[in-house]
Structures are given as C-alpha cells and as structure tokens.
C-alpha cells in the first residue's frame, strides 16, 4: 500500500566529466526508490551540459527512506557509469521541498 507520492524533477546537469573518446556524453539519468522499478530521463546527445525538465512520480511504500540517481553516458554498446548520488526523503518531508545539486554538482534536482 502507498504512503503518499513524490514528485522530483531532473532539472540540467552541468560539465558532466566525458567519457566519449570522441564528441562529448550522451547522457542519461537512472533514478529510484526501488532498484526494482528505476525510471529515467531522456538521453541527450553530445552533450556535457545537459538540459532535461523532466518530472517523475514516485509511489511511496514503507520503508522508502531514500532516493537513488545514477549518471550515465549512453554508448553504441552498454554504458558509462558518470556519477551517482541519493536524498534521503526526511529531508523532503521535513520541509516540504528539496532543491539540491548532486553528485559534486553535477545535476539539479527537485523534490517535493
């Protein structure tokens, strides 16, 4: 049974560290509470400085103490693993909202 939503929004990542031999990344934002059911943004191609606005609804289920991202850079064959980084949702719920760059700057969030 649900304990409530969360909605977090994958606002811009900037000077993602490339990993392409040649052009820049391709990346991409894996996030969940639950490994077992991970959504995710668009990819945005040749891009270092990407720009998603994207939003995502979350069911929350007890024992969801904690959001997970995971950066990666797309390639023809599997992926590079950019960076990653987590909130824990008492965070969100002590204030209501959480706006926060993650993973040493890396991507704006937001959660609410």
């Avoid at 289920?61 to 950019?82: N, Q």
């Amino acid at each position: 049974m649900s304990k409530g939503q969360l909605e977090v929004t994958i606002m811009e990542g900037r000077r993602l560290k490339d990993h392409d031999i040649v052009g820049q990344n391709d990346p991409y934002i894996e996030l969940y509470l639950d490994k077992k059911y991970k959504q995710r943004t668009t990819t945005k191609n040749n891009t270092n400085d990407p720009t998603w606005n994207e939003k995502f609804v979350f069911n929350i289920h007890k024992g969801d103490d904690t959001i997970h991202f995971d950066v990666y850079d797309k390639d023809l064959v599997g992926k590079d693993s950019i960076g990653n980084g987590k909130v824990k949702l008492k965070h969100v719920f002590e204030t209501g909202r959480y706006d926060d760059w993650q993973v040493e700057n890396l991507f704006l969030i937001t959660l609410c």
